[in-house]
């Protein structure tokens, strides 16, 4: 009987793979570099490669792996098909069939963010709850739905884009989805950043934030924490955009919580004080209650989710 299976996170410049037992612990974790050249032609052989190397260093069989779960930046759809991966120079093909012929072994796929998500609900801040949001922050805005206890992908995968929700009809830059005023021009850590600097240019209003020569959202969130009152403006600025389109996603998928990763989170309980306000005046009543919580598996999140999608179709862990 399987034992153990693997949890794979594709990222554009690393790989991230975890062994876990048939319970969901995490029993060891290690990277690869993600080879995006020639179209992305070497980034599964890699995989199968190492998850092949790791059974023979702990000696197991296929008849000991119950499968394995990967999830990498772009669509796929329920049937395991990415819809153009173009941070990896794929277009559209089965990951699941591709992988699993390499291996001999069952594979589950997904999309990155949803898998993160789903490993968010299981082992982290969203524990304990089957209706959630994640969102993650940081270079750009990424999101996740579960619903009921299982990804809402979406015909080609594309659900949870909650990055490229329109928020502004004044915006003259593009995103880089082509389109402009999306969500992610203005609360990613890139988006913080903008919206810190178009602050700055607009009068001479004091702030410690001058005297930086690089600002990051790190930056804007300790200038807020040390009470810096231009700080504090950028800072209602990022939560009441977000928090509104929190507030209509709300209003579609009624969750019990909202988990928030990424990078800019770091900012701490802080963050989710400028979103939730701005959250629950524009919320409908139904709604109103959901929950707010940092993300606490990090760069962790992915392995743990793909790891959950093999254990689910396998008939979940067990004990």
């Avoid at 032609?41 to 008849?63: C, G, H, T, Y």
């Avoid at 702030?207 to 231009?230: C, Q, Y």
Wanted: proline letters at 3%; one cysteine or more; glycine letters at 16%.
């Amino acid at each position: 009987m399987a034992k153990y299976c693997f949890g794979v996170d594709v990222g554009g410049t690393t790989v991230k793979l975890g062994c876990f037992d048939i319970e969901g612990n995490l029993l060891e974790k290690w990277e690869i570099p993600t080879r995006t050249a020639e179209g992305g032609k070497n980034i599964l052989p890699d995989v199968a490669d190492s998850i092949r190397d790791k059974m023979k260093e702990r000696q197991l069989n296929r008849e000991d792996v119950a499968g394995v779960g990967i999830g990498v930046p772009g669509p796929v759809d329920g049937a395991g098909t990415v819809y153009n991966a173009v941070n990896l120079s794929w277009g559209v093909f089965s990951i699941k069939n591709e992988l699993q012929g390499l291996l001999n072994i069952p594979v589950e796929a997904g999309n990155d963010a949803n898998v993160a998500a789903l490993g968010e609900m299981w082992k982290g801040g969203g524990q304990g709850h089957k209706n959630l949001v994640a969102v993650t922050l940081g270079t750009g805005v990424g999101g996740g739905i579960i619903a009921d206890g299982k990804i809402l992908s979406g015909i080609t995968g594309a659900a949870g884009e909650i990055g490229h929700i329109h928020v502004d009809d004044a915006e003259t830059e593009n995103c880089n989805c082509g389109n402009r005023g999306c969500l992610e021009q203005y609360t990613s850590a890139t988006g913080v950043v903008r919206l810190a600097k178009r602050r700055l240019a607009a009068d001479d209003m004091p702030s410690s934030m001058r005297n930086v020569e690089n600002i990051s959202a790190k930056t804007v969130f300790d200038a807020v924490k040390a009470g810096d009152a231009l700080a504090i403006e950028v800072a209602e600025q990022f939560g009441a955009i977000l928090g509104k389109a929190l507030a209509g996603i709300a209003c579609v998928v009624n969750p019990e919580i909202f988990v928030i990763g990424g990078g800019v989170s770091k900012a701490g309980p802080i963050l989710l004080e400028f979103i939730q306000k701005n959250y629950t005046p524009h919320v409908f009543h139904g709604s109103r209650g959901a929950l707010f919580a940092l993300a606490l598996l990090g760069n962790d999140a992915g392995i743990y989710g793909a790891a959950k999608l093999v254990l689910d179709r396998s008939g979940g862990p067990r004990g």
